[in-house]
């Protein structure tokens, strides 16, 4: 069952074309590798998609319903999540507010005065989340400033998990972590796909992407160039798709390497 | 400060209180510690200073620079600044002066008068910043002349006397012998407090000036939210551009000048991050009253005015300089 088919989308900033008409399907449940060179539109992509940037031509299609024209508040009602690389926090506010916001439970202080945000049940489904994760967090009632990066990551994550989404796009998740923190990303990635929610992983670290996707999409000059099935490609397919020529064994040597 | 306070010899009992003042009351410890000093040495000083008389002097002196301060909060908080506070204030006063006695209409039509004005002075600021995307700094700063210009204009220049009953009653009246300005400046306080620490509106106002990035991916439309801070900070100015000029009965287009520095400068001093990002409305109003207390203060011990902006200066300093330290202790921001 298709979740997200994105249907001939050009984008242009000024006179720079950066999408020339792209061309993808997501399955339910399915884990994408999206790849490709620095500038070839990756990121602008995924913009489209939350509704951070909207499509110049072209139609995103979510659950076999248009989205081209919807907000980023409401493609996110819908399930669309995206985990950004530079995490996107608040980082004076703490975990909770963090987690919830845009999204905050509110209650009647006092039974009568409306739209109080409900701190305790935010904390309470906060703190579960991070838990879920098997994070360990100093507080969550400390500004998420004051974490470390694979910290801050835990809970940019919590935010992307907490309301039941259907589609989890990650931007760079593993660029800037540790080795054991990767590989609880890698992992989650796997546990996501078997719940049945869709990934769909930006990374230059080839080496991750092929270990945890089922298909693979090469951006090259903002088309999808190639759609490689993970189980039947290998590092050097891969590299010479992104790179577009000549003899890529050298490359591909060194990005198995790692 | 009289006050030393060694956080050192009791770190747990000093940053619980911390940790309790922040959650509780949404106030630094550091201000309630500052202003409870002063409180306590001026007490010593002077017989008059802990009197009812007094004391609601204070409040009284502190309620328009006190409604200002909420306005430089909610919009600092975000990540903004109003500029133009002083002068909107000025043009709101002249507004309702003219209206209740140039035009002859009911009093009630002074309070929206003021009120109006400063809300439309407020919307035209955020429609520039929002969609001309004129930095905050700048249009502020250019409705700072327009807006003292055009209070000049529309009272030539002179000061407009005689309001009507009604309107001197929320200047000068006493209900219970508590002036009101000083409840319609508390009750507005506790009424913005509850906004901004408490909603929605208030939790993305301060994520806006933290991340305005991040508030934008979670789906809530920034520019329409700036729209509304800044037609709410221009309303605010005209609230208190309505105390000041039924406080002396008339509209003074002069009112009000560099009032929008005192303002910024008792938000700064109650927490508020002049970034944007954290800022609370009980703290700007303890920032509010620790400038009232030190003046009243230096005035009832007789020290010169000019030593007065010396403290307050030095005030400034000293709370930016706390809260750098601290952060610097702590954070990673």
């Not at chain 1, 409306?114 to 305790?120: A, S």
């Amino acid at each position: 069952m298709t979740l997200l088919s994105i249907k001939g989308v050009r984008k242009s900033f000024g006179s720079v074309d950066v999408l020339h008409g792209v061309e993808i399907e997501i399955a339910k449940g399915e884990v994408i590798g999206l790849v490709g060179d620095n500038g070839a539109g990756k990121s602008t992509l995924m913009k489209t998609v939350t509704g951070m940037y909207q499509a110049d031509h072209g139609e995103i299609e979510f659950e076999g319903k248009s989205i081209t024209g919807m907000d980023p508040g409401a493609r996110r009602a819908l399930g669309i999540e995206m985990i950004y690389q530079d995490l996107a926090l608040a980082k004076q506010q703490d975990v909770a507010s963090n987690i919830f916001l845009g999204r905050e439970p509110v209650k009647k202080f006092l039974g009568i005065i409306p739209n109080m945000v409900d701190r305790k049940t935010m904390n309470i489904k906060a703190q579960a989340m991070i838990d879920d994760l098997g994070a360990h967090l100093p507080s969550i009632n400390r500004p998420v400033g004051s974490f470390s990066g694979g910290q801050q990551q835990t809970v940019a994550i919590a935010r992307a998990l907490t309301f039941n989404p259907k589609l989890v796009i990650m931007d760079e998740p593993t660029a800037a972590l540790a080795v054991r923190e990767v590989q609880s990303v890698l992992d989650l990635i796997r546990r996501l796909r078997d719940q049945g929610i869709s990934v769909i992983l930006i990374s230059h670290r080839l080496n991750d992407v092929l270990s945890v996707t089922d298909r693979i999409v090469v951006l090259r000059q903002g088309r999808a160039a190639s759609n490689l099935i993970t189980s039947e490609t290998n590092m050097t397919e891969m590299v010479g798709a992104i790179v577009g020529s000549g003899d890529m064994a050298h490359a591909a040597a060194h990005e198995s390497a790692g | 400060m009289s006050v030393k306070e060694n956080p050192a010899s009791h770190p747990n009992f000093w940053k619980r209180a911390q940790v309790a003042s922040e959650e509780r009351l949404h106030v630094r410890l550091e201000s309630l510690v500052v202003l409870g000093g002063l409180c306590i040495t001026m007490t010593i000083l002077s017989p008059y200073f802990l009197s009812v008389n007094n004391i609601l002097n204070i409040l009284l002196a502190t309620s328009t620079i006190g409604v200002l301060a909420i306005a430089a909060t909610f919009v600092i908080g975000s990540g903004g600044l109003d500029l133009s506070l002083g002068s909107v204030m000025g043009l709101s006063g002249v507004v309702g002066a003219y209206m209740a006695v140039n035009m002859g209409l009911p009093a009630v039509f002074g309070v929206i008068g003021c009120i109006g004005a400063g809300a439309i002075a407020g919307f035209v600021n955020g429609q520039l910043i929002t969609r001309a995307f004129v930095p905050a700094f700048i249009v502020t700063l250019g409705m700072l002349g327009l807006a003292r210009g055009l209070g000049l204009v529309i009272s030539d220049g002179r000061v407009i006397y005689g309001l009507p009953s009604g309107l001197l009653y929320l200047g000068q009246g006493r209900p219970l012998g508590i002036p009101m300005p000083v409840i319609i400046f508390l009750t507005t306080a506790l009424v913005t407090h509850y906004i901004l620490a408490f909603t929605r509106f208030g939790r993305y106002t301060l994520a806006i000036g933290d991340n305005e990035n991040s508030t934008r991916t979670a789906g809530i439309n920034v520019e329409r939210h700036r729209l509304i801070l800044y037609t709410l900070s221009g309303g605010l100015a005209g609230l208190a551009g309505m105390l000041f000029m039924a406080r002396i009965n008339s509209g003074d287009p002069t009112a009000g000048i560099s009032y929008e520095l005192t303002a910024i400068t008792a938000a700064i001093i109650g927490g508020t991050n002049l970034f944007g990002g954290r800022g609370s409305i009980l703290g700007s109003m303890i920032g509010a009253l620790i400038m009232g207390v030190l003046q009243n203060g230096l005035n009832l011990l007789a020290v010169q005015s000019y030593y007065q902006q010396m403290a307050i200066g030095a005030v400034l300093i000293f709370a930016v300089f706390i809260d750098q330290y601290q952060m610097r202790k702590e954070a990673r921001v």
